[in-house]
């Protein structure tokens, strides 16, 4: 591949065929929303402040109406009116766990849908919203991956999941006033469908929108980004984004993590961890999450515990160990309770946090892996699926 080769897929992030009619605000960067506030009509002297009045309205205050954007003539409204709409995806339908866990399906441009996951925890709420319309990268162990991929989500898609969440929370503050009262909504993780970093832009601009201390307000630190290692883009996501990063690690030998993570064979552990080495000295963010799922009798022995921390050696890290979430025609079997804290003792003692992910929301298949858009339900075999990996 060409070192100026783009990384982006080359998939549509919107249909074809424009939508005719008023443009969506949603989405839009502060400097896309100022060219189209002129193109509209608005003097150039007034078009910033026009975006940071509209801009609050919209993403701190929650509003989808022209009208009710008072500081703003009546003329201007309707102006607004005419030329823009303040569209999020459509909510589907909604499933709420035994253990609070929520799970919305929603619908985006196009009639395709997306799957929205929000688990509660004491004192904080993490939503974990999608980048794609499905996922490329068939990662063996992944329901979500079982999935083929459609499209981008556009930025506005991304971000509207967040706004969507905090509509259904009921987590816009009154007008004009601050709450001070703990977030429901206070972290996003990027660990839904889709790759993240194979939709870079879009995320991107999302998750600037998502960090505007105008809008939304979350910090960079509550923001993480999960990749299954898109190496020349680790790089530009601590530049450009800066926020925490993730990586679906899963194996620590090239030969099991190309059956399990099959990107690996673009960009092997090695190159992932020596993009990874330089991340935080970059973005100066925290440790860096190493997500491992853990899968009976493939790579959850003692040696692979060991090698692991030999491979993280010099990267400031965390490791989260993930029981592995069992879904019709898995391949896998989640390793034992025991083979676990085993293998979190040996991480542990070699001087890395390795807490066990609690399984959330396993009851609405809303739990780490198991996200498949509704209308894409077509179960494979575990038969098919083994045949594919070379895990037979």
């Known amino acids: 591949m060409s070192a100026d080769a783009p990384i982006t897929q080359d998939v549509m992030t919107i249909p074809r065929k424009l939508p005719e009619g008023p443009q969506n605000l949603v989405g ?15 003097p150039e002297k007034q078009a910033k402040m026009r975006v940071g009045q509209i ?6 205050w929650g509003v989808r109406d022209f009208d009710a954007m008072t500081n703003l003539s009546k003329a201007f409204r309707a102006e607004l009116a005419d030329a823009f709409v303040i569209e999020i995806p459509e909510v589907v339908s909604k499933q709420v766990s035994t253990d609070g866990t929520r799970k919305w399906l929603v619908r985006i441009a196009g ?16 939503l974990c919203i999608s980048s794609q319309v499905g996922c490329t990268l068939t990662c063996s162990f992944c329901h ?22 905090r509509d259904d929370l009921d987590e816009w503050p009154e007008h004009g006033k601050r709450t001070e009262d703990a977030r429901l909504l206070s972290n996003i993780v990027l660990m839904g469908m889709g790759e ?3 939709n870079f832009e879009n995320v991107r601009d999302a998750m600037k ?11 960079r630190r509550r923001i993480t980004l999960s990749t299954s290692g898109v190496v020349p883009e680790i790089a530009r996501t601590a530049e450009e984004i800066g926020c925490q990063l993730a990586v679906s690690f899963h194996a620590t030998t090239d030969e099991v993590r190309n059956k399990l993570v099959p ?41 692979d515990a060991h090698r692991l921390v030999e491979l993280i050696k010099g990267i400031p890290a965390k490791i989260n160990l993930i029981p592995f979430n069992e879904w019709p025609g898995a391949p896998y079997k989640r390793s034992s309770n025991n083979r676990i804290r085993a293998f979190s003792e040996i991480v542990y003692k070699a001087g890395y946090a390795s807490p066990v992910r609690k399984p959330r929301g396993e009851d609405i298949m809303a739990a780490c892996g198991q996200l498949k858009s509704a209308t894409e339900r077509a179960r494979k075999s575990r038969r098919e699926i083994a045949a594919e990996t070379g895990l037979t």
Do not use: C
């Open 144 to 165: 979500t991956g079982t999935q083929k991929l459609v499209r981008n989500l556009t930025a506005g898609e991304i971000i509207g999941q967040v706004m969507m969440a």
């Open 55 to 60: 801009w609050q309205w919209i993403y701190q």
């Open 263 to 303: 990107i690996n064979k673009r960009w092997n552990i090695a190159e992932l961890l020596d993009a990874l080495r330089t991340y935080p000295k970059v973005s100066n963010s925290e440790r860096i999450t190493f997500e491992y799922v853990m899968l009976d009798g493939v790579n959850d022995s003692d040696e």
């Open 111 to 126: 009639g395709h849908e997306v799957e929205v996951v929000y688990i509660p925890e004491e004192g904080r709420g993490t």
């Open 196 to 198: 993240p970093l194979y």
């Open 209 to 219: 929108i998502a960090m505007d201390p105008e809008g939304i307000q979350l910090s």
């Open 28 to 42: 839009m960067t502060r400097d896309a929303m100022r060219d189209a506030l002129i193109a509209m009509g608005t």
